[in-house]
């Protein structure tokens, strides 16, 4: 049985993004696709990835490393580095994030085997303070991370942490340096070093207003009509009554809400389309279903498919939730598929 909800991506627009974000770059370019590809399904996203070249892929857990095993070896690292209850996988990187992580490899089974290392540059979230950078003695560092904090806006911050890492490479030795993730690639190859970890804009978000133009949108949400309804001048709409007719109408409920994603901040604010015609949502977004004015398309029929419109900036400046929100907290009752 068909579910009554999809997500249709584009395939050539995430190779588009890729390639986009590598030749920017001008150097390696490799792929987040953490969080199931930031929502998308990460098992054929990464395959027409490493089709269009990439060698290089970013996960958060090592769960997440088990459903990719597939990869060739040495190509996935797992950021959240090393804890005491995980199971390295071979031919997989931990990124080591403090140094309890690095005693905990060095005392290891896989002691000596290459791993990555993430340096705190200025974002005080995960990595070695610089002070700290002596327990890597020893280490065999494959690549040598850090990440922007504030790279998606004109920020001193961004060059201070361009300086210390530009610092850290003198002190440690790697085969390779990383700072850049997808708004740093758009600060230009200052920051590129010799691999860059686009994540939101190869799923088709806008990190920084250089990319509008050159980053494609990938998927679009789609839902069935389960009902079209007459509604009279005057009444109501929805939860709360916040939508009244100033006319006559037809009105379409469709199969999707908040549980899926498609989040109550688009409430009389979003859009969908049916055959390029627009029904605007109006009224509250429930759970479970959103509702339409059809006035536009008369020949929306019960049963049908309409698309949502999901531009991510443009949703994003909408509503008030980042663009990275809005792609990650798409539902699982999606059937996702890629075109």
């Known amino acids: 049985m068909r579910p009554p909800l999809a997500l249709r991506h584009r395939s050539s627009a995430l190779v588009a993004n890729y390639i986009n974000l590598r030749n920017r770059a001008g150097t390696t370019a490799g792929a987040a696709v953490k969080a199931d590809a930031y929502g998308l399904g ?25 459903e990719l095993a597939f990869l060739p070896p040495n ?5 959240h580095g090393i804890g005491p209850e995980d199971e390295p996988r071979p031919g997989v990187r931990p990124v080591l994030v403090t140094p309890q ?19 705190d540059t200025g974002m005080n979230r995960l990595g070695l303070r610089t002070q700290d950078l002596g327990c890597l003695d020893g280490l065999a560092i494959h690549t040598l991370h850090s990440h922007l904090a504030c790279a998606d806006e004109a920020h001193l911050l961004n060059g201070k942490q361009l300086e210390r890492f530009l610092g850290v490479r003198q002190t440690v030795q790697a085969e390779r340096y990383s700072l850049a993730n997808s708004a740093g690639v758009y600060l230009g190859r200052d920051y590129a070093f010799d691999l860059v970890r686009p994540g ?7 990190p920084r207003t250089e990319a509008r133009g050159e980053i494609q949108q990938v998927t679009t949400p789609l839902a069935r009509v389960i009902q079209l309804r007459h509604v009279s001048a005057g009444q109501t709409v929805g939860y709360n009554a916040t939508f009244t007719a100033a ?26 389309r049916f055959e390029d015609l627009p029904l605007p949502v109006i009224g509250r977004v429930s759970m479970d279903l959103v509702t339409l004015d059809a006035t536009q398309a008369p020949g929306l029929q019960e049963g049908d ?17 980042s ?17």
């Not at 996203?45 to 996960?59: H, I, K, N, S």
């Not at 663009?323 to 890629?338: A, N, V």
Request: one cysteine or more.
């Open 305 to 321: 498919w309409v698309e949502l419109d999901f531009d991510l900036e443009q949703a994003a400046r909408l509503t008030g939730i």
């Open 42 to 66: 990460a098992g054929e996203a990464v395959r027409l990835l490493l089709e269009a070249g990439c060698r290089d892929f970013f996960v958060s857990t090592w769960w997440e490393a088990a």
């Open 101 to 119: 992580q690095v005693t905990r490899w060095k005392t290891s089974a896989w002691a000596g085997e290459p791993c990555d290392v993430m340096v």
């Open 75 to 79: 190509s996935l690292s797992v950021l």
């Open 247 to 272: 006319h006559d109408m037809p009105v379409a409920v469709i199969n999707l809400g908040y549980a899926d994603g498609y989040r109550r901040a688009f409430s009389s604010l979003g859009h969908a």
């Open 323 to 339: 663009q990275y929100e809005l792609l990650t907290g798409l539902g699982r009752r999606f059937q996702r598929s890629w075109i």
């Open 200 to 206: 939101l804009a190869l799923y088709g978000g806008i």
